[in-house]
Structure formats: structure tokens, C-alpha cells
Nanobody, 113 residues
Framework: QVQLVESGGGLVQPGGSLRLSCAAS???????MAWYRQAPGKQRELVAR???????NYADSVKGRFTISRDNAENTVYLEMNNMKPEDTAVYYC????????WGQGTQVTVSS
């Protein structure tokens, strides 16, 4: 099973942008991938997903602000986050869509002035 390492998190002001990366240890060419997040005291939730063919879907809370993409040659999945809000504060994880195990360490995103 591929191992996943998230990076790119940090502190950003409301309205700002961040780009998260998820590097896989092996090929993700045919794998349906997703980004999730978990805010303090809340359950992990699906943020965005992308099929092997590039079709994307988003949670209503991030639609129009976040963009998921993938580079199969680099075995990497990205999450571009724009016009960020304090409620986007969470630890962000990537994973194979629908898999409940194999979580990485995540990357902390904090939106605050």
C-alpha cells in the first residue's frame, strides 16, 4: 500500500491562500484520491476528491475556493486553497478515497488574523 506524506500547511490570514501537496511512495496512476480535514473536536470530513481520470468533487463548504489536482508522473496530489476562512482551520490529510486506514501525519492549516 502506498505511503502518503502531506506538506504545505501553515498559518495564513483570512482571505489568503495555501497549496498543499501529498507525495505518494508509489504510483497513484489508477487510484481515486482525496483530501480530508479534521478540525479540533470534530470528525474527519471529506474536502475534495479526484478520480484517476481527473474528475473532481468538492464539499459544499469549499466549492469555488479549493481546487484538487494530481500529477500522476510525480505521484503527487495537490490542494489549492484560496479565499481561506477561519473555519478552514484543521489538520489536512490525503488518502485513497474511501479508505479508512493508512492515514499519514497530516499537515496543520491555521487561518487566523
Amino acid at each position: 500500500q502506498v505511503q502518503l506524506v502531506e506538506s504545505g500547511g501553515g498559518l495564513v490570514q483570512p482571505g489568503g491562500s495555501l497549496r498543499l501537496s501529498c507525495a505518494a511512495s508509489g504510483s497513484i496512476f489508477r487510484i481515486f484520491m482525496a483530501w480530508y480535514r479534521q478540525a479540533p473536536g470534530k470528525q474527519r470530513e471529506l474536502v475534495a476528491r479526484i478520480t484517476s481520470g481527473g474528475t473532481t468533487n468538492y464539499a459544499d463548504s469549499v466549492k469555488g475556493r479549493f481546487t484538487i489536482s494530481r500529477d500522476n508522473a510525480e505521484n503527487t496530489v495537490y490542494l489549492e486553497m484560496n479565499n481561506m476562512k477561519p473555519e478552514d482551520t484543521a489538520v489536512y490529510y490525503c488518502n485513497i478515497y474511501g479508505l479508512s486506514t493508512n492515514w499519514g501525519q497530516g499537515t496543520q492549516v491555521t487561518v487566523s488574523s
